[in-house]
């Protein structure tokens, strides 16, 4: 079985630079993660009155109210099968801003036809994801149509009046050997929400499950 993205992408994964491969190839039949750790040139946000929307988010590690300059950063992909049997992989993002880190918590399974994007830790939103390739072999990723889940019977389209989308680019420089990543997140009426620039590298260990402190406290079957 290929990884989730490369089931997404169809043949347009093999447009990815070797090393984009090698890092979007994470599954459970490839059996290794990838363990990326790295610098962001710099981690920004709106306007201040922007604020009070990302530190919602932070409760539940979806959104990052922090700012920074050559902010420490660790991103840790895992695959494990989920308790539903999906495969899944884990986009755990953690930053050091402060003394004590933030965290983005991301899982993401495969499923009709697209990558589907749980965020937080309790899979609250499912955000589908648009992925295609760049002439240069980078990954350019869009999220889009966003559903919010909660308990049993809370279930609802998330307006995206209230909401942001992502638009990340990933690529890899081979002169200095390094990932480089940059991701804006904008409101259609705010503008600007959040984003940052930077570069790591990364590990590929053996791994066909993830350590319990990544994986998501409570995980949705909804999609």
Request: aromatic fraction near 14%; charge should be positive.
């Amino acid at each position: 079985m290929t990884s989730i993205f490369e089931r997404a992408l169809g043949k347009d994964f093999e447009r990815l630079h070797p090393m984009m491969q090698k890092r979007f190839g994470v599954g459970l039949d490839a059996g290794y993660a990838c363990v990326g750790r790295g610098v962001m040139s710099h981690v920004r946000r709106g306007p201040w009155w922007t604020v009070p929307f990302l530190k919602i988010g932070k409760v539940r590690n979806i959104l990052i109210p922090d700012v920074g300059r050559d902010v420490p950063f660790t991103i840790e992909n895992y695959p494990y099968r989920d308790p539903f049997g999906r495969e899944t992989v884990t986009f755990v993002r953690e930053y050091r801003v402060r003394k004590h880190p933030s965290r983005f918590d991301a899982t993401m399974i495969y499923t009709h036809g697209r990558v589907l994007d749980y965020l937080g830790t309790h899979q609250h939103l499912a955000v589908d994801l648009d992925l295609s390739v760049d002439g240069d072999g980078s990954l350019h990723l869009r999220s889009d149509a966003q559903r919010f889940y909660e308990g049993r019977f809370i279930a609802f389209r998330f307006p995206m009046l209230l909401s942001g989308r992502a638009d990340l680019r990933e690529s890899y420089d081979e002169e200095a050997g390094v990932y480089r990543i940059r991701l804006e997140v904008r409101n259609p009426i705010f503008g600007f929400l959040f984003g940052y620039e930077g570069e790591f590298s990364c590990e590929f260990p053996e791994a066909t499950d993830a350590p319990d402190r990544l994986k998501p406290v409570r995980h949705e079957r909804r999609v």
